[in-house]
């Protein structure tokens, strides 16, 4: 406890550093210049939603502003000797919020998941896909390893179109007792349905690009054969939750509104930036696309251009869905809605609060509806149309995970900077016992 107190204190000595080196060297320009910074920030994010939201030459004079802005700020503390003032001001700060994360991290970290030691499976089977990951079925080897492991692999390299659930299915029929996957998310998804609905294990070897389900079971991400110690008994069993979206399964999330739209369209594939530019305004203004609204327990969200359902939350600081989950066994949908009809409420949502163009709920079901009877959906980064309404729900502690015991591990989710708290922590008062 006293090391944290220090900490905190910490923090305030550095703000305050940061403050005073900013008053000391700019007097009282320093008020000026700060304003300055905020203007510059503010026009950076309002002229990039305007290059997004327009066309033709507005769409232009809006990317003039995003180049200017920061140039601009930049001479103005130049022409008053202050880009070292500025630049030492915000390393001050940056350390003081990194200073004031390490104070409020909990004194014993959160419970990890609940796992237990199983045996080697017998009759393993594995699906890998050669072409996930820019090759890492072959890179590493995992064909060659799994099968002197005594799993039996099959490749999905054609030809043709290869039926993975079929594929799935007819192993289980046949006797696996494990069922696996080297690819993408999607596969992984689709797989672990199968394994959840016959309560076999399933094995994520992580060879996809991303890996974000890999990441979130604390995979080691950069040698996917490590996942394979799963097949020689060093490995242990968590129960984890599964998402479901109409008859699919997804492990990560699913995006709805203008992600999903602008993938569907037939020109991405050839042409992902220009599609991207030429939809987005028509979205953005509810010109193009369906008109969406989403249901998540006592919470309806009229009209995002963006939602995003996730298979357990993501970290609180996470709008983008793009970073980890704390836990996979919560038992609950994450839902990140936005809604930005202007350049104000984008400017708002650097704060990362919940507020008119950004609603964080969780919930057991979300039921998003539109007014046409059929939806652009992405799963785990696949697009798929679905008819409407759409119902996401959760099926908890429904998948037999199997994790190699000698694992990277899940990073422990960052606290949020709460000055009240830090506050009362930096006091030199006595605490209440049992505080902190």
Not at 243 to 260: C, E, K, W
Not at 290 to 314: C, E, I, M, R, W
Not at 336 to 343: E, H, K, L, Q, R
Request: proline share 6%; hydrophobic share 50%.
């Amino acid at each position: 406890m006293t090391q944290r107190r220090w900490l905190a204190r910490s923090a305030f000595v550095l703000l305050l550093g940061a403050a005073a080196v900013m008053i000391g060297f700019a007097g009282l320009g320093s008020v000026a210049m700060v304003a300055v910074g905020a203007v510059g920030a503010c026009l950076l994010v309002a002229g990039a939603y305007w290059f997004l939201a327009h066309r033709g030459l507005l769409r232009w004079l809006a990317f003039a502003v995003v180049i200017v802005a920061p140039i601009a700020v930049l001479v103005v503390f130049a022409v008053h000797h202050l880009v070292w003032v500025g630049l030492v001001s915000v390393v001050l700060f940056a350390a003081a919020i990194a200073v004031a994360r390490l104070a409020l991290r909990p004194l014993a970290a959160p419970p990890g998941m609940q796992a237990r030691d199983v045996p080697p499976p017998k009759r393993a089977f594995l699906i890998m896909n050669p072409r996930s990951g820019g090759g890492k079925v072959a890179k590493f080897s995992l064909k060659e390893r799994a099968e002197a492991m005594g799993a039996e692999v099959a490749l999905l390299e054609g030809p043709g179109i290869v039926d993975v659930a079929a594929l799935a299915r007819r192993a289980v029929e046949d006797g696996a007792d494990l069922l696996g996957v080297a690819g993408g998310d999607g596969t992984q998804a689709l797989v672990a349905g199968i394994a959840a609905e016959h309560d076999l294990p399933f094995l994520v070897i992580s060879a996809g690009t991303r890996n974000h389900f890999a990441m979130d079971l604390g995979l080691d991400r950069e040698n996917p054969a490590a996942c394979l110690d799963v097949l020689t008994g060093d490995g242990v069993e968590e129960r984890i939750d599964l998402g479901i979206i109409g008859d699919r399964t997804f492990v990560n999330n699913a995006s709805f509104g203008a992600y999903a739209e602008v993938v569907e369209s037939p020109a991405y594939r050839d042409d992902k930036r220009g599609t991207t530019l030429q939809m987005l305004p028509d979205i953005l203004s509810g010109h193009h696309g369906a008109k969406l609204s989403a249901h998540a327990g006592d919470t309806t969200v009229t009209g995002p251009q963006a939602l995003l359902v996730s298979n357990d939350p993501y970290e609180r600081g996470d709008i983008a869905g793009l970073g980890r989950r704390a836990r996979l066994d919560a038992g609950t949908l994450g839902v990140v809605a936005v809604t930005v009809d202007s350049a104000l409420q984008a400017i708002q949502l650097l704060r990362r609060t919940r507020g008119q163009g950004l609603s964080v709920l969780t919930a057991e079901e979300v039921v998003v509806e539109a007014d046409v009877p059929e939806i652009p959906v992405g799963i785990d980064g696949e697009t798929v149309m679905m008819p409407t309404p759409v119902r996401c729900a959760i099926r908890p502690r429904a998948l037999r995970v199997q994790v190699p015991r000698d694992r990277p591990g899940v990073r422990p989710p960052k606290p949020a900077v709460d000055w009240p708290t830090l506050r009362k922590l930096a006091s030199f008062r006595a605490l209440p016992e049992g505080t902190g």
